[in-house]
């Protein structure tokens, strides 16, 4: 189920992609391409010493034999890793060293090729460069792709503290997929005596936002994109979590656990509603709301979910719950009533663990910290900070207000820094050619 549903998002991602490049600007025919060349690796490790770009700095280079890694059972080829870092510094607001660390893996036999593999969450660390790690069944390392990772300046996968550094964030954002990109492409020309004939950039999640922040930032880098799930607006996101879990707070039997006002089994309740009312909206009766948008027309959370007639007992919901609850479903707002991010589809999914996760802990342990100290301006103390109290407490206009924020010292907003620009314009990807 969660491979179909991210295989779709993927494909909806690149359906966008392909429709605005076409439709934007006028349609014309793009430029055709000629074929990519493949090459043999010419030295692994002499790229330690003789490799040279600005600001770059080679730690390690040293040749993997075939099938040291493997993917989907099969080995994955002989190929070159080196590991690297760009722009080391210390940073002026808090003191600490940081770089744009990355790893690239070249194979020995090329396809002509170039992966970004961007990685999700808050990076902090750079991930195996295989070309991929979803439901693949192939990466692209294994298809003879060069890829590259990195961890996008900063260190820690779990320590938002690095947003109080000016520019980690917008590293984070998007710089470090600029600097590291030039510097890859010369990489590959160094090793293979000539660059890459196609550039391709991918990702999931905060990788799909990368993906799409490539797209429209640097559309003259790349020839194509593949965006899986993409948090598209992040800061937004997650300050629409933290609606929720304001919501969620004001009817949980148990403070301290957000899940006792929405149980797994009232979400099961919930979940069997929303199939009875829309499974063969689709056209097909499988269990998976696929037409989500006839869905939210069609089923009303008042009418077509049980309601309690005595004590909760898992099969309804209360009427003080359902009112905590549908402005949830139906997508967050601000004091005004302005609904400042997406609602939140009706499916068959709300009583997986999956759920329960991202409704009820991330708000409080991830959410809250990202948007206090990477996208506010200014930034939470990350020695102060209660990420609990701050999502429950903190009114939603002020947390809007602070990611649109700018100051003297952190001159560009979350909402410039995390997002696409002109996301609606994609001529340049048009214009690259296909």
């Known amino acids: ?10 494909g909806l991602a690149i359906a966008y992609a392909i429709t605005f490049a076409t439709s934007c600007s006028g349609y ?25 770009f600005a ?28 590991r690297g870092e760009m722009y080391r510094r210390t940073s002026p607001q808090n003191g600490k060293t940081y770089a744009i660390g990355f790893e690239m893996r070249l194979p020995n036999v090329w396809n002509g090729r170039f ?36 961890d996008a300046g900063h260190s820690g996968p779990d320590d938002a503290s690095f947003g109080i550094d000016v520019q980690s964030r917008l590293d984070y954002g998007y710089q470090a997929v600029a600097k590291l990109t030039p510097m890859a492409k010369a990489m590959i020309a160094a090793a293979y005596g000539k660059p890459p004939d196609r550039s391709y950039f991918g990702g999931c999640s905060n990788g799909g ?27 937004l996101a997650a300050i629409a979590n933290q609606f929720g879990a304001k919501r969620y707070a004001t009817i949980a039997r148990d403070k301290s656990d957000l899940g006792t006002a929405f149980t797994s089994s009232e979400r099961a309740a919930v979940s069997a509603a929303v199939l009875a009312r829309c499974d063969v909206l689709d056209g097909a009766r499988d269990g998976i709301i696929q037409d989500t948008t006839a869905c939210q027309a069609v089923f009303a959370f008042d009418r077509d979910v049980p309601t309690c007639r005595g004590d909760r007992d898992g099969t309804c919901l209360s009427v003080v719950q359902k009112e905590a609850i549908a402005p949830i479903f139906s ?87 995390m997002q696409p620009v002109n996301p609606t314009d994609l001529a340049g990807v048009r214009d690259r050619g296909a």
């Open 55 to 82: 600001h770059t700095t080679i730690t390690w280079a040293e040749p993997v034999p075939s099938g040291t890694l493997t993917w989907g059972g099969n080995a994955i080829g002989a190929h070159c890793l080196v």
């Open 331 to 417: 997508g967050a707002v601000d004091r005004h009533g302005k609904k400042f991010y997406a609602s939140f589809p009706f499916d068959s999914g709300h009583a997986s663990r999956d759920s329960s996760f991202w409704e009820f802990l991330v708000p409080l342990r991830i959410d809250s910290a990202v948007t206090a100290m990477i996208w506010s301006v200014p930034p939470a103390n990350p020695a102060t900070l209660d990420g609990a109290a701050y999502a429950l407490t903190t009114p939603i206009d002020e947390m809007l207000a602070a990611v649109a924020a700018t100051d003297a010292t952190y001159t560009e907003s979350a909402l410039s820094f």
């Open 115 to 150: 992966f970004y593999q961007a990685n999700g969450g808050m990076d902090g660390r750079v991930t195996t460069a295989l070309g991929g790690g979803g439901p693949e069944p192939t990466v692209g390392l294994q298809q003879g792709f060069a890829v590259i990772s990195s």
């Open 1 to 10: 189920m969660a491979m179909t549903l991210r295989n779709l998002r993927r």
């Open 28 to 52: 014309h025919a793009p430029r055709p391409l000629s074929p990519a060349r493949s090459a043999s690796l010419s030295s692994c490790a002499e790229l330690a010493t003789t490799f040279r």
């Open 209 to 235: 936002r990368h993906t799409f922040v490539a797209m429209t930032r640097m559309p003259e880098e790349y020839d194509g994109y593949l965006a899986g799930a993409p948090g598209y607006r992040l800061p």
